[in-house]
């Protein structure tokens, strides 16, 4: 009987890490707005600021255009066709767009946010809001907030997040917890968010806690990842406990 062999990663060329690398970061790059007016430098300029070489830096190039990322022209040079910037969701704190809240009322707790929000009762606060930016639907997100201790916060304003909703009614989040993924748009979800069905989506859920470690909120989010990106800023890392977020930071 032959021992049990691990699965192997597939060999990779030396010139397909360097298309896979500058790719990457040239498409971070045009995500962030870092080109002015979205045009892109010229080939000869890639080469010497990225140390590529010029068939990799045409190749990427090429790539991105066939994915829509760019378009080039002869003579004129290569532009991004993203709108705008991808806004940075905050995860916690940081600038926002004002959400437009599209829907707020107390109803029965569902079963999978009572599994998150142990002991949050049999009715919560729910609240649906949107992120748009340029007139553009980038985001869905829907929070349950537990009672009674959200209950003031009913007809409070919706002015920035949810983290800032909760402060506004003396709620302090000690910490949050964030599961980060991706997935396909169904139906309903694609509607809202104005992209076909199946597209690709970021979605994120977070779990905010009191410093007893009592669940204040559970929210899930949805995300276009051609208008929206996330970011995290860290203060430090201890060996063992992982990463703690910087306080206050914008995390989107």
């Known amino acids: 009987m032959e021992p049990d062999r691990k699965p192997q ?12 690398r500058l790719t990457l970061l040239l498409r971070g790059s045009i995500s962030r707005g870092d080109f002015p007016n979205g045009r892109l430098p010229r080939e000869s300029e890639i080469m010497r600021d990225y140390g590529a070489s010029r068939g990799v830096v045409r ?28 806004h940075r969701h905050p995860l ?6 004002a959400p437009h809240s599209v829907q707020r009322r107390i109803i029965d707790t569902p079963r999978t946010v009572e599994e998150r929000m142990d002991g949050c009762g049999a009715r919560v606060l729910c609240i649906e809001h949107l992120t748009i930016v340029d007139a553009i639907v980038c985001a869905v997100s829907t929070s349950y907030l537990a009672l009674p201790a959200a209950a003031l916060l009913e007809n409070a304003d919706l002015c920035g997040g949810i983290h800032d909703l909760l402060h506004d009614g003396g709620l302090v989040v000690a910490s949050t917890e964030h599961v980060i993924g991706a ?13 076909p069905t199946s597209s690709p989506l970021l979605s994120l859920e ?16 949805v995300m276009r990842p051609d208008r929206m990106s996330l970011f995290v800023q860290t203060v430090g890392v201890t060996p063992g406990n992982g990463v703690e977020p910087a306080t206050g930071s914008s995390v989107g």
């Open 9 to 20: 990663p597939s060999r990779e060329t030396s010139g397909s890490a360097a298309r896979r």
């Open 183 to 195: 997935m396909l748009a169904d139906t309903a979800t694609a509607h809202r968010l104005g992209v």
């Open 206 to 221: 977070q779990t905010m806690h009191d410093s007893t470690g009592e669940a204040l909120c559970f929210s899930t989010t």
């Open 59 to 86: 190749d990427v190039l090429q790539q991105l255009n066939d994915t829509g990322v760019v378009t080039r022209t002869q003579g004129v040079g290569t532009r991004s066709l993203l709108a705008s910037p991808a």
């Open 92 to 97: 916690h704190g940081g600038d926002v767009p």
